[in-house]
């Protein structure tokens, strides 16, 4: 599977912090914060306009060449404009520790509620990151979500997550992952078995090849009693200039393309966000090649701790539709 993603990213800024995705099959509760190195590196992806003349641009972007940034993480590479509507309650109890409800309201599927804790160690690497970090996530029926993340040095991070369902465990992985100065590695190994001889591993490399290009690989290893497998991907990511002609400060953009010659189909997604700070509005949009159309609006409310969702995603081949309304406190 080939998948290739071009991102135009405006001067409002970089968009918040995405949650750590994993290899499909590992469920785990959402996170805040990351590698201290990810957020200055990741920002020389994005460029900014100046007062500058075209001559001093030039000479810059001759300079950015010779020192090419870091392209990110591989699951970064393709991120989806979709939201979830839920009704969120966090609350902190001190500068490290934390506590939050999530209760989910469906017709759809099961409704459910969800007590959620973290905590931040005292290894302070900037304002907003702190390390070791711990999260954890239970539900109404006993099954457990848990996260341990660590920065060992420079660059580097490991990360142990598991997964219960009720009093069984049925997930478990350790994950390491470097950040050099032009290229990200990560390697999981989920559900090690030794006495059965089984597991999953999953490696990925990314490089930046010019300043707006980056290529990268992933290789799938998975082996159980009487059957193993290996799949080969690739993945690219090219960074297009602002485009100042046609869109505002507060408007992104990005489209990505996914396609699979083994399965024989393609995909192509288009989405925007648009930033109204004065309205403390937020709308984001998406549209795909399968004809499914998404939105989502957050309003903050003025003189009130509160965050209200609308959120809406259209299936026009399948005719269904599904909405929904999501409330943040604090």
């Known amino acids: ?22 290899h499909p099959g590992f469920t785990l509760p959402p996170l805040g914060g990351g590698l201290g190195a990810r957020t200055s590196v990741g920002r020389g992806l994005e460029r900014t306009p100046g007062a500058a003349t075209a001559s001093a641009a030039g000479g810059a972007e001759d300079g950015a060449c010779r020192c090419l940034p870091n392209p990110c993480t591989f699951e970064e590479c393709h991120r989806k404009c979709k939201e979830l509507c839920q009704v969120h309650m966090n609350k902190a109890l001190c500068k490290h520790f934390q506590v939050n409800h999530t209760v989910t309201l469906s017709t759809i599927r099961e409704s459910n509620h969800h007590f959620g804790v973290k905590y931040m160690g005292t290894k302070q690497l900037s304002p907003t990151e702190a390390f070791p970090v711990l999260v954890g ?3 109404n029926s006993g ?8 920065q060992l040095g420079p660059g580097l991070r490991s990360k142990m997550a598991i997964q219960t369902q009720q009093s069984k465990f049925v997930k478990w992985q350790v994950d390491g992952e470097y950040w050099g100065s032009d290229f990200t590695v990560d390697v999981t190994l989920g559900n090690p078995d030794v006495l059965m001889g089984s597991g999953i591993l999953v490696a990925h ?36 200039n602002n485009w100042l002609a ?29 930033d109204l ?4 509005l937020l709308f984001k949009g998406s549209v795909d090649s399968n004809w499914i159309v998404g939105a989502t609006l957050e309003k903050q409310l003025l003189l009130l701790p509160l965050t209200l969702a609308l959120g809406a995603f259209l299936n026009h081949r399948k005719n269904k539709l599904r909405s929904g309304f999501g409330l943040t406190i604090g």
């Open 1 to 22: 599977m080939g998948k290739v993603l071009a991102v135009s990213s405006l001067p409002a800024g970089p968009p918040p912090p995405p949650v750590p995705a994993l």
């Open 137 to 139: 996530d239970m539900d």
């Open 143 to 150: 099954s457990l979500n848990a996260q341990v993340i660590h």
């Open 205 to 240: 490399y990314l490089q930046s090849i010019t300043p707006c290009l980056a290529l990268g690989s992933e290789l799938v290893y998975h082996r159980r009693p009487g059957e193993e497998g290996t799949v080969m991907s690739v993945a690219g990511k090219y960074t297009l």
């Open 246 to 274: 046609t869109v505002t400060d507060q408007l992104q953009v990005d489209v990505e393309f996914e396609a699979s010659t083994r399965m024989q189909d393609t995909n192509v997604s288009f989405g925007y966000q648009l």
């Open 277 to 280: 700070p004065k309205a403390n």
